[in-house]
């Protein structure tokens, strides 16, 4: 290299700033001069965003994604905590009724931690913290409108600026060409990708939908007066998938001294958007212990309801001849129920293995996107076989019904919740699982089928493990 010449820095484009989308420049900006393209205009701080549809909705952050996050962006679940979020202790910090209708004892023995706070925090902090980083630059109110390259290679995205605008609509003002070494398509569930690609040249790409036509009504209320002064639990009413329609609910207590309530029913049995109808869902589901604390509080705000729960994947990680230069990531290349509550752990841990993988090659190695498709693919895969593995089994689900193996594996799961609701070597590796801290065999381990096999055999609790405190403070 001649001397006085300074090599020219990477460049890497993401396409969305959304939760992924900022995680994902996180990771880049080690590597590369990061441009986010935008859609929206971001609020200023914890407010509401139009491309979030479900924040309004409870939310929560896995062990397996607080660990991540931490690794990607240190101290960035501390800074929440320190805005009004809360590590909360799973099971000691939450009363929980598996889909199997089995009370879990609060055993305090594990380690897992999960984050609870509001999307609109979370995303706040986040943005916060992103942004401030020198090499990341935000493009707001732009819109993405192709990628430019070939089948073999994208070169970059063709961009333009202005809110809102269509895609396709009007002539090529405003437009203009944003070059990158790696383009990431973070755009979320209405991601224009499989388009994209094929416009290209490309490969088309294997997509599977499993729908439980679960629907959610979400209410915001104010904590009772004498459960501010406390840790109040999560409380959480899971569906039975064997029971059609399945329904269920959450209270998520959050900052502000403010109680989320996420009520969800499948086909046939969905939540309204009327208020006279609300408490009562809740009073109506197979236990009535959230609407027994939430009646007779005050609501803040109007009911808000969605129906987009379906699981959707898109299979990128299979196809063969991947293009150089382009990435999907998030809900681009799968959205989950939000039940499992699992779409912003996957975010994590997905920009971690991006961090992870560059970190070993750097940028413009031949073949590095798909190997970057691939390391993303590993939770994802953990996730959705997560999800899919309930919710296939609601009437109308999925077109393909489940075979015997899958059959077979969903009666061991149950037995498995029903083995960890009672005896907590066994709960923590369930909860290994369900944090996406380790893959599924964790359940075949002793500390699973030892307790399993020959107990010990602990009563199943009867009711919901609410302490009389708890109980005299929420409920006059």
Known sequence: MAEGIVPRRPTAVVIGASATGLLAAAALADFADVTVVERDRLPDGPEPRRGVPQARHAHLVWSGGVKALDDLL??????????????????????????????????????????????????????????????????????????????????????????????????????????????VDASGRGSRAPRWLTELGGPSITEREVNAGVAYATRLYRAPEAARNIDFPLVNVQANPAKAPGRGGIILPIEGNRWIVTLAGTRGGEPTDDPGAFVDFALNLDDPVIGELVKGLEPLGEIVTTRATANRRRYYERVK????????????????????????????????????????????????????????????????????????????????????????????????????????RALAALLDVMSLERPATRLFSPDMLIPMLIGPRRPHLQGPPLTDAERKTAVP
């Not at 979370?122 to 732009?142: F, H, K, M, P, Y």
């Open 321 to 424: 001849h991947w293009p150089d230069g382009f990435l999907v990531l998030g809900d681009a290349v799968a959205g989950y129920n939000p039940v499992y509550g699992h779409g912003l752990t996957v975010a994590a841990q997905c920009a971690l293995a991006v961090r992870d993988t560059l970190g070993a090659t750097g940028l413009g190695q031949p073949g590095l996107a798909r190997r970057l498709q691939r390391a993303a693919a590993r939770p994802v895969a953990a996730a959705w076989d997560l999800a899919v593995g309930q919710d296939a089994l609601y009437p109308g689900a999925t077109d393909t019904r489940p075979n015997g193996v899958e059959r077979l594996l969903a009666r061991f799961v149950d037995k498995a919740v029903e083995t960890g609701a009672r005896n907590p």
């Open 74 to 183: 240190p101290g960035l679940t501390g800074e929440i905590v320190a805005h009004g979020g809360r590590l909360a202790h799973i099971m000691g910090d939450m009363v929980s009724r598996a889909p199997n209708e089995v009370w879990f004892r609060r055993f305090t023995s594990t380690h897992h931690r999960n984050l609870v706070c509001s999307r609109d925090l979370l995303d706040s902090v986040l943005r916060g913290r992103v942004l401030a980083d020198e090499r990341i630059t935000l493009r707001q109110e732009t819109t993405a409108l192709r990628l430019e390259g070939d089948a073999t290679a994208v070169t970059g995205v063709r961009i333009r600026a202005g809110a809102a605008t269509d895609a396709y609509a009007g002539d090529d003002a405003g437009e203009r060409t944003l070059r990158a070494d790696l383009v």
